[in-house]
């Protein structure tokens, strides 16, 4: 057995859950180990930058200012424009299973306290009328958003993804590395025993089980479950963050789903996606993507890509 590899280990708080970032690789002298920090800090610094455009529970985010506008054509920057676009593609091929514009739905349904302060958010006052994604017009060429009418968006399926994606691109000179920002991952090369990450793709109703192990290099691993974030302790045990925008209520055909693709935000996205779609239809998602994916339904059947079984360990008993 090969000798492991030191590992560089941070985590810290940001966007509602703790991102965590591994490189791995001895620094031989103080300044490739300043360079690494370096490196690191910018990474983290991503995370921070996506929170201050994407965040609806900060009132002062660029989404959340965007309901101080509605009706104009507000120039977006370059990471709210690029997770919204993605959004609102995937809004329109799903039909509105996926719908970037629940904002004011999550919160009504109690998702609605900001992780720093924990202040309860309270924005959809004249929240009126029911919206959805054709509510919101992106203008490719002049890279601005306009909101039809009053609505919060919620980038809570993309923009975690994002910031994985631009975080990557701080570590991949390092080649060996994973970040994890809370469940959505990306794996650069090896890990600390120079093989392939390991992902468990967590049981859904089994605690500290897992139902599959993924042997991974180069890619974002992303999984939606419905067992993640509950509503508040008085809701329904069978109420969770994922909706079903077409019918507003918690989505149901399936408990979980994972998604393997070089993009964390597309990995991100289609899973939440292919989770509300469920079954077979969810596969036939990611594949027209070119994606890999396990879908969980409540019975416990599984549904996969063609391609998932070249990353499949040992099924967890
Ligand atoms: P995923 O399955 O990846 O996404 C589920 C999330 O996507 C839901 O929580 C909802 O936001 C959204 N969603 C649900 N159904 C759909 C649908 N059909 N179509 C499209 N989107 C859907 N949480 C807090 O409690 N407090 C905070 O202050 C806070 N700040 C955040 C700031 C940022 C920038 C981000 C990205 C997230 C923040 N979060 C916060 C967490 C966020 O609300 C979600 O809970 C989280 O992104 C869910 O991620 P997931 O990977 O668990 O689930
Ligand atoms: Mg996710």
Redesign the pocket.
Known sequence: MSAGVDAYVRSTAL???VVSMQVIGHCATDTERVARDAAVDRAFEWCRE??AC?????PTSEVSRLLHHVGEAVPASPMLFGALRF?LAL?QETGG????T?GHL?EARG?N????TRAIVNTAADASHETNWRDVHVDADAKTVTLLKPLML????V???L?VDLAMRELRDYTNFAIDA???LYLGGTNAMRAPWVVGIRHPREVDALIQTLHVSNVAV????DY??RLSSNAPPDEH?????RSRTT?SASISATVIASSAMVA??L???A??IGGRDGIALLEQHSVDGLIISKSLERFATRGLSRYVGAVAS
Not at 54 to 58: A, E, I, V
């Open positions: 966007m509602g859950t996506i929170e994407c965040s609806r529970f900060d959004a809004a299973a996926f719908d970037p629940i999550m998702d306290i900001a992780y720093r919620d980038l809570g399926a923009a975690k993804g910031a809370g469940g959505d992303c999984t939606s479950g993640e974030r963050h994922i909706i079903d925008p989505a991100d996205a899973a939440t996606a989770f509300v």
